[in-house]
């Protein structure tokens, strides 16, 4: 696969003046970790949903890029793990696993190799039997991202993946996120964390406004602005008022 | 449609409800105890209370002044009104009974051919006996022989007993004075009319009894009993209960869209159709065990508490198909309410007050016939309505087959109707808010 290809995506919500996201042309390499970053309300999450064609925009196009060829987004090939945990807390894992399984149309078989394989990976196995509501936040993290690999697909998009997850579970979904990127998967990351970002993203974008204002390298960004850091860098970009 | 996807949301749903025992006692015991209270509640007023009006279907075969008089005294007292056209062709005896028999009217009342002569003929034969009995001899020429009236009323099966014996009263006397206003006529005795109130008439009684012929219509294999506030109020309120499962489900859909669950759903390739489809058969099978459940304590805990046993005049087959019929409807008007509202207080609130006006209106609460004409129009227009006929077709006035798939397509076209909305709706609010 040869990526994601964004042109000119632009979306306003109804009743809002400005546009959440703003005529944005964006690239997202296959086989990268690209980290998409800005403050609150920039656009992230839209963007990410449109991506994920789970809202539709007023104009422009989404498409994957396969082997010289465009098609429309498939759901198929993308695993989506949204900001909000969105298991069902009164089902078990396991249940919650094998529902999600079985609405991808996978085999019974295949959902119980991939159950054992994913929880030994996420060090869940211990958990399987425990309902949802009763597992801790980095638990119930991990096992969004399960959910969305469950179908094994050639794009992860993880929205805000590590916020509000404690080290030793953050130190994991990294680990795992390495893993599936060395496997050739297309990841599309957006966090708060830049310093989590600079290690982990190839690419990184920055939005603000709706708007994307910067895409590249971070070693080269930083190099290029004459910064040491990304959050430095991010500041010079937008500023130092609080959004909320 | 993905056959997996849908067993899978069946098997979701019904873990999911399962797991909350709480809940599911509710669904299932305040029902019970609901019908047992409206049952005990409705018991004593069920008995006396005083109908406000009625239609009354109107076949005049005789054409002579019987009939027009009889008309003229039902039309006088207010709270009858005739209808002896339907569809702007006239009423004959058969689309009479039929149209009783259906429920559509509650009474219908026939004068025969030859009703008008009998009576000249009875009162000249009381002039004779009269005049024979001062010394005169027998002067008007009579037909030998007492025959009745034959004039005929039939009943809807679920018409009360205290109704029926009400206006059968009633038309007794309508005739009985009739027939002494001719008397006091014949024997040019003037102001009949005030005077004959007055009488006591006993020396008459005789000659007038058995004019009235009462027809119980239903099917022929429907055992005749007293519709009794269990009759009413067990059907009745299964409906209610059935209609209630819209609370759970809209707040099901509610809790999916607020806990981003709708979010990884949505994410998952194929139709969002196959997870409506998949909770609408879930749903629809609990109300069905709903029903059963009821319906086995309604007839083992009433007479507990001394109410009459519900009757079931039919096999289960029926009683189950109309009550699947309901549960669809139900449910599909569920997941219109939880895909319209966005809070779990928003459908709450609209729901239940949505299930209380309709049942008010569609005959849970009073029988429809004593409502106002214009809101007995409305009610035919409630889904409520729509189930309980059904079981009032299956509990009391037995099943005709065309009446009893009619109503069940009004209820499944309405719950197809509601899935269509929701799932519109579902689309347009993707396209603009994502979830």
Partial sequence: ?244 | MNRRRITATIIKERILLFRDPGGLVMLIAMPIMLIIAMALVQDGPFKDYQDVGFKVVWVDNDHKPLGDSLRAMFEKSGRFTLIDSYKGIPVTEASAKKLVEEGEYPLGVLIPKGSYSEMLNRSNKLINTIGKASGQPSIIPVRPGVDSLQITLFFDPIAKATIRMAIQNGIEKMLFKIQLDLLFDKMNIPGSSSESQDMEGKEYESLLADNIIVENLGKQSMPTFIMSSVQHNVPAWIVFAIFFLIIPLSGNFIKEKKEGSRLLLDMTPGSFIDIILGKVIFYSLFGLFQFLSILIASRVLLPLVDLPVLEMNQSIFPAIVAATGISFAAVCFGVLVGSLFNTYHQAMMFGSVTIVILSALGGIWVPIEVLPYSLQLVAELSPLQWGLSLFQDVFVRGITWDRFFLKLCLLIVFGVVCLIISTIHHDLQKKKVGF
Wanted: proline share 3%; aromatic share 6%; glycine share 10%.
């Fill in chain 1, 1 to 244: 696969m040869d990526g994601i290809q964004i042109s000119q995506i632009s979306k306003k919500y109804n009743g809002q003046f400005d546009f959440a996201v703003n005529r944005i042309d964006l690239t997202i390499p296959a086989g990268t970790i690209t980290g998409l970053l800005g403050p609150n309300g920039a656009g992230k999450t839209t963007l990410v949903l449109m991506i994920c064609g789970l809202l539709k925009p007023d104009s422009g196009q989404i498409c994957i890029e396969k082997d010289g060829k465009r098609s429309d987004i498939d759901k198929r090939f993308i695993g989506f793990v949204p900001q909000q945990d969105g298991l069902f807390g009164e089902l078990t894992l396991q249940e919650n696993l094998w529902y999600y399984g079985r609405l991808y149309g996978l085999e019974k078989v295949y959902i119980q190799q991939r159950i054992q394989d994913l929880v030994n990976i996420f060090q869940l196995t211990a958990h399987l039997s425990k309902r949802v509501k009763h597992l801790s936040g980095g638990m119930n993290r991990r096992a969004n991202i399960l959910v969305a690999l469950l179908h094994s697909p050639e794009i992860l998009i993880l929205d805000e993946p590590t916020a509000g997850v404690d080290i030793h579970s953050r130190a994991l979904i990294h680990e795992v996120i390495r893993e599936l990127n060395s496997q050739g998967k297309t990841i599309l990351y957006t966090s708060h964390l830049l310093a989590e970002a600079q290690e982990l993203c190839q690419i990184i974008s920055i939005m603000d406004y709706g708007r994307m204002i910067l895409t590249g390298n971070p070693e080269a960004l930083l190099k290029k602005h004459e910064m040491s850091n990304l959050e430095g860098l991010f500041i010079a970009l937008t500023g130092k008022a609080v959004r909320d």
